[in-house]
């Protein structure tokens, strides 16, 4: 029995979370996929059956790509798997049909599906920073003959990052997503993450929470604002949300940071 339910849905790609609870371990009934995807198996293990006799293991080691339309059967040795699938659309989804089928995951890649799935699971992740990291898996999986970069083409690339930069400086309050960032500098979401990165040297969506948490620092220690106002205006779920994230980066909290402000200046 395979449960399936989708984690997350943006303007690059899907994501589904799918357990697999089978009866028994021979092969299951023959099946395709409706699209191109990257299964990336988080605990467990299946054996991937082709129709010319292929056997492939996919384990929380490898991602497995799945080629839509291609007939296979799924066979658990061991038990039951869960999984993330990743369903990719327009520039990636190309980019992925020349991927490998099978990949085995660095140690980072490793990490990275870990966050993934940590966040989507416990709702720990912006709908930025989910869309990134699954995007930087997939372009990491993705097979990419990579060159020197022109000048014009470091130019163009400095351009879209000032864009992005300049789009979030002018509302670091909003809770933006890589869609509506790339179409603030004018190009597709894969190719902004992918060249934030390389150009500021941090993903986007800490950029982006570094923008939000500079300005509460402002509204911490300028403003007698309400905290849970200041958390709600910068884009934070909730005040423990806020509070949260406010202490895993400064050290303390945001009343006692307070606090310590209004002690100094009296």
């Known amino acids: 029995m395979a449960l399936s339910r989708e984690t997350f849905a943006g303007s690059t790609l899907r994501i589904h979370h799918v357990h697999c609870r089978p009866d028994h371990a021979a092969c299951g009934p023959l099946e395709h996929s409706s699209v191109d995807g990257m299964a990336l198996p988080l605990r467990g293990l299946f054996v991937k059956h082709g129709w010319r006799d292929e056997r492939i293991v ?25 999984c993330l699938f990743l369903e990719p659309a327009g520039e990636l989804a190309e980019r992925l049909a020349a991927a490998p089928e099978v990949t085995v995951l660095s140690e980072a890649m490793l990490l990275e599906r ?10 720990l992740a912006s709908r930025l920073e989910a869309e990134e990291r699954a995007l930087a898996l997939l372009g990491s999986l993705a097979q990419d003959v990579s060159r020197p970069a022109s000048a014009r083409e470091r130019s163009r690339r400095a351009e879209r990052v000032e864009a992005a930069q300049i789009a979030i400086a002018r509302h670091p309050g909003r809770a933006w997503k890589l869609g509506e960032l790339a179409d603030e500098a004018g190009c597709s979401p894969f190719y902004l993450a992918r060249t934030f990165h390389s150009v500021v040297g941090m993903p986007l969506h800490r950029y982006e929470l570094r923008a939000r948490l500079a300005a509460a620092l402002d509204a911490v220690l300028d403003t007698s604002n309400d905290l849970t106002t200041i958390a709600l205006d910068l884009a934070f779920s909730s005040h423990s949300h806020f509070t949260h994230v406010f202490r895993r980066t400064f050290g303390m909290t945001p009343s006692a940071l307070r606090k310590h402000g209004r002690r100094a200046r009296s």
Do not use: I, M, N, T
């Not at 996919?58 to 869960?82: I, T």
């Not at 870990?114 to 709702?123: I, S, V, Y």
């Open 58 to 82: 996919a384990d929380p080691c490898r991602a497995l790509f799945f080629k839509a339309g291609e007939p296979y059967r799924v066979s658990h040795p061991v038990g039951g798997d869960e």
């Open 114 to 123: 870990k966050q993934l799935a940590r966040g989507l699971e416990h709702r």
